[in-house]
């Protein structure tokens, strides 16, 4: 079967598409996505890497493995949450915001507590501060307002 729209495109194609979006939309999701690819990558790698621990400290090991995948789940939502929020949802953005304040309070306990990578927490949360400003920015704002009348599925 023909398209006659157009050239059909592919999943990948669709996926990161960004045209007709506020720069500060564009840049935001790119943030969020990149983001949550590197919190897959860096919790499937941790839960690998935490394996060699089970001979050592098995309770603890399991500890890790179990916080490693969590950061990777985390992680894949977050590239979820980017894609719907770059398609006009505004429950999305809401979300990713949400995130950051989480992230926030995660780099503050570990500040406090003396955990973790101590500086690598709070860059992670700038981070997301500035993407989460740029997805609240007027011209975004006014997108997603905009964006609302012609966006009416619930996904």
Known sequence: MSNSSGPR???PGTLFSVAGRPTEVKVSFWIWFAGGLFGVLGGMLGALGSLVLFAAAPAAAAGVVVLMLLAA???A????????????RKW??????ALAAVTLVLAGANSVAGLGQGTGN?????VSLAA???????KAQAWFAADAGRNTSPE
């Open 92 to 97: 999305a953005r809401l979300a990713l915001t």
């Open 9 to 11: 495109q592919g999943l």
């Open 73 to 75: 789940a985390v992680g």
């Open 122 to 126: 709070w860059v992670a949360f700038l």
């Open 132 to 138: 989460t400003v740029l997805m609240w920015l007027p």
């Open 77 to 88: 939502a977050q590239m979820v949450l980017a894609v719907k929020m770059k398609a006009g």
